[in-house]
């Protein structure tokens, strides 16, 4: 995960980015990506909760290469 912290303190995240990473058969690439849309989408409460708070964001790298993501997100270095 990669994050913003405030300027001042108290030093607080202000913005998250998570990266999932999965490796499999590519005909399961698209269940991962859909598993994680509807988690951030609204199944997974913490993230729910989180969001609330802050912007947070996602991308899915799958086999090593880019697979998907929060269409808001920006790209994050590695």
Known sequence: MVGELSKQPPWVCTAAHVVFEATGALADEEAVRTAIERSQGGICG???MIKH???????LHYNGHVAGGDPHATPQAP
């Open 53 to 59: 708070g802050m912007p947070v964001t996602w991308e």
């Open 46 to 48: 913490v993230s729910i």
